[in-house]
């Protein structure tokens, strides 16, 4: 591995998404963006790399909880927190022009109505099922069938 090499592991690790054609574009900046893809593709895939990209990652690991007390425990902890707050029921306010005040929606049977985060909700508790393997081999006869969808892209747009 050369002095470029772990340049591009750098980058790639900087990078908030891991993107590792912009981190390959930062270090050899004369490639074009094909190029680049398919290099930095072609360098991860070497042992080498994968092991310094991996030692690196442990390294940072042990680094943030070391540094600011960040570990798995406290992800999914916040996840959990996060997914119960989010289920939490508030009313639904409205402005009532007789009494010149809030008051909470009714539906036609004069029942009071509820909202909640259902997005957040959903993202964090997907979030920790995907942790805890909870829709590994989920399939099932009423799971939607996967279907390839092919789209035409002709200079930049969608026809």
């Known amino acids: ?3 470029r090499h772990i340049e591009f592991v750098n980058e790639y690790l900087a990078d908030s998404e891991l993107n590792a054609t912009r981190a390959y574009l930062k270090v050899y900046t004369k490639s074009s963006e094909g190029a680049a893809r398919r290099s930095a593709s072609d360098l991860l895939t ?3 790399i994968q092991a310094y990209v991996s030692q690196r990652m442990k390294e ?6 070391a540094e600011k007390g960040i570990t798995q425990d406290f992800v999914l902890c916040g996840l959990k927190e996060v997914a119960q707050r989010c289920m939490q ?11 010149k005040r809030h ?4 539906n036609a049977d004069g029942q009071g109505i509820w ?12 979030l920790l099922g995907k942790h805890l393997g909870v829709f590994e081999g989920a399939e099932s006869e009423d799971a939607p069938v996967p279907v390839a969808v092919t789209v035409n892209v002709v ?5």
């Open 46 to 48: 070497r042992p080498d």
């Open 155 to 159: 200079d930049g747009r969608k026809p």
């Open 1 to 3: 591995m050369n002095s």
């Open 115 to 126: 909202e909640f985060d259902s997005s957040g909700a959903n993202r964090a508790l997907e």
């Open 89 to 99: 029921r508030v009313p639904v306010m409205v402005w009532s022009r007789e009494d």
């Open 60 to 65: 940072r690991v042990q680094r943030v909880e």
């Open 103 to 106: 008051a909470q929606a009714t």
